[in-house]
């Protein structure tokens, strides 16, 4: 028996690529000539030697096709011939966990440990106010099955679309209001509930963060999802969050999981630290009377469980019925300097970046969770 690299090329073109529906002569992916060495003692097998090119890394069929290239060629030229074959990528591999994000200098987390107090508005309004105040700022709503942001942004039925950086192909993501932002809001219909288990989001959420061109910035807001979940658990395993921030109304029902949220970070763990609390819905201020301040969900109530806590109370943000209505058509508060709201999100954002220029100079840079 004599083997040549056309018998090898011949075997190759009855293998299909599903990802192309193609065979892998057809698909471009043989990336060389095939090698083959005939035996240079007896009892030896002739030797053929393939390099596959696959598009990523993360290429679903990868696996099987090798599988399936293998065996094409052993029953085409001897079920005793040598194979070995080794891939290669169109894109760059992924990054390893702990060099994501290399161009990003602080990532905050924002959180809550209930749902309803506005932790997606202040997220939001947060990035804005730090936009406006000349930071280059990037937002990821982590909240794989209640998105909020795109509607938040006004930008529901925009796209993102694909861009080839440093020989990979990644997300850009939608810019609007000086502020980069992401959302598995894009990707699916707003219509449709995500009936997705645990592990389908968190690779989403991965996704996100290390397949997008983020590029250089210096803050990196997550807009988490409300309590403690596999989201959080992902989002501490993938990324070194710089610090939290914690949104809590004045009522004893919110701040009893405020509680949870701040313990869930500073569990030994985890050691995310706390930059401090956000008191959200502080009070009710009727347009018609600015003066007034009518304390509905309790007074203070999160500025003591800062104390409590001896962590600092970055802000207190009252209602106003303009908060909500500029939510919902796409322009946040943040927008306005000359609002109680708008100045009270810029001024937020100005304790953030004390609080966290703090945190780099008291304390060492937080681990990821699960390495040492």
């Excluded at 075997?11 to 471009?28: H, I, P, Q, R």
């Excluded at 290390?210 to 959080?232: C, K, N, Q, R, V």
């Excluded at 927008?335 to 008291?362: C, W, Y």
Aim: aromatic residues 6%.
């Amino acid at each position: 028996m004599t083997l040549y690299p056309k018998m090898i090329m011949d075997a190759l073109a009855t293998v299909t690529y599903a990802g192309t529906k193609k065979n892998l002569v057809e698909s471009s992916m043989v990336a060389d000539t095939p090698s083959v060495s005939a035996p240079q003692h007896e009892g030896e097998s002739w030797k053929v030697k393939v390099v596959l090119e696959f598009p990523r890394d993360t290429d679903p069929f990868l696996k099987s096709t090798v599988k399936a290239a293998e065996a094409a060629i052993k029953y085409h030229c001897g079920k005793d011939v040598d194979v070995e074959i080794t891939t290669a990528f169109k894109s760059k591999p992924r990054p390893e966990v702990g060099q994501l994000l290399p161009g990003v200098k602080n990532i905050i987390a924002v959180s809550s440990g209930k749902g309803g107090v506005g932790k997606s508005t202040v997220a939001a309004n947060l990035a804005i106010a730090l936009a406006r105040l000349g930071y280059r700022v990037g937002l990821l709503d982590t909240d794989i099955f209640g998105p909020s942001m795109p509607k938040m942004f006004g930008v529901e039925e925009v796209r993102p679309y694909a861009v080839h950086v440093d020989g990979r192909d990644l997300i850009a993501p939608i810019e609007k209001y000086g502020v980069k932002l992401l959302s598995i809001g894009f990707f699916v219909n707003p219509q449709t509930a995500t009936l997705w288990r645990g592990g389908m989001a968190s690779n989403a959420l991965k996704q996100l963060i290390a397949d997008a061109d983020w590029g250089e910035l210096d803050y990196f807001i997550l807009d988490t999802p409300p309590g403690t979940s596999d989201i959080h658990l992902t989002l501490l395993q993938t990324l070194a969050i710089t610090g939290a921030v914690i949104v809590s109304t004045p009522q004893q029902v919110a701040l009893a999981d405020a509680r949870k949220g701040v313990d869930m970070y500073r569990n030994d763990k985890v050691n995310v630290p706390i930059l401090g609390l956000i008191e959200n819905m502080a009070w009710f201020t009727p347009a018609e009377l600015p003066e007034n301040k009518y304390y509905i969900f309790g007074k203070e109530g999160c500025k003591r469980l800062a104390e409590e806590l001896k962590v600092p109370l970055l802000a207190q943000i009252p209602i106003v019925q303009s908060i909500c209505e500029s939510g919902d058509e796409g322009a946040p508060a943040a927008l306005s300097s000359d609002t109680m709201t708008g100045i009270a999100f810029i001024n937020l954002a100005q304790a953030v970046v004390t609080v966290t220029n703090r945190r780099n100079k008291e304390l060492a840079a937080t681990k990821i969770v699960g390495t040492k």
